[in-house]
């Protein structure tokens, strides 16, 4: 997801760019290359490096776009899902909120980018364990996307992309719930959410499958302090082969 956002970025600032003649080239042409060093020192591993760049990102896109601007909103989270990736959780949250602030204020209501950044901002809190407030904010990240998609056009291939991230934004809902039922001692009830989330999961996500990896993590120790035997060699199954 973070690179292909990367990717994104690259396609907004070229219109941008060619759009508002009065920004300088040799600004765009610096964001490009801290847009490329974020994304190859993230690709390698090198989250620290790839934090600095994403902040002197921000920083640039600041200045050449303003804040109220998608590619800064796009930035921030971006930076937000690096300090995700560093288990700085409080410090993403505070990221996505400026990100998800900036998004609704400058793009339509049911764009799907508000959808994701506010999706990214319930994950910062469920791994807070702010379970109640991480499903306001999963619901209304799903509220969104089923907008977005009534109002998609059936011979694009936005719909198909739509339809992907509603089905990964309901599977952390479902995730979320899991963890609500656990935390209440139903592990029976948080196994049925965690088997939904997988199955939304295995069909939604990319190559990046450290989300479905702890969906069933979760549904084994569900499945021992359940009992329930056949679960538990479901989720052993799949965490040795994910290995």
């Known amino acids: 997801m973070f690179i292909k956002k990367i990717l994104q970025l690259f396609i907004i600032l070229f219109l941008s760019a060619t759009t508002f003649i009065n920004y ?6 610096e ?3 801290l847009f490329q060093s974020t994304k190859s020192a993230y690709k390698s591993g090198e989250l620290t490096k790839a934090l600095s760049f994403a902040k002197k990102a921000i920083v640039i896109s600041e200045k050449e776009f303003g804040l109220n601007h998608k590619v800064t909103g796009t930035l921030i989270s971006n930076l937000g899902e690096i300090q995700m990736d560093l288990k700085s959780f409080e410090e993403a949250e505070q990221t996505f909120r400026e990100s998800s602030k900036i998004m609704y204020e400058v793009l339509e209501h049911y764009d799907p980018a508000i959808a994701d950044s506010i999706s990214l901002l319930a994950l910062s809190l469920n791994k807070q364990s702010l379970f109640k407030e991480a499903m306001f904010y999963h619901q209304e990240s799903l509220i ?12 694009t291939h936005g719909v198909n992309e739509n339809t992907r991230k509603a089905a990964m934004y309901r599977a952390r809902a479902m995730f979320t719930k899991a963890a609500i039922e656990m935390n209440n001692e139903n592990y029976e009830s948080a196994i049925g959410y965690l088997k939904t989330s ?11 499958k450290s989300e479905l990896k702890e969906t069933y993590l979760m549904m084994l120790e569900a499945a021992h302090k359940a009992k329930d035997q056949k679960t538990i060699d479901m ?9």
């Open 198 to 208: 997988v199955r939304l999961f295995t069909t939604s996500l990319g190559r990046d």
């Open 31 to 33: 964001l490009k290359s």
């Open 24 to 29: 300088s080239f040799a600004q765009s042409d």
């Open 144 to 155: 969104i996307m089923s907008k977005a998609i009534s109002r998609d056009n059936p011979t």
């Open 235 to 243: 989720a052993k199954n799949f965490i040795e082969n994910f290995m």
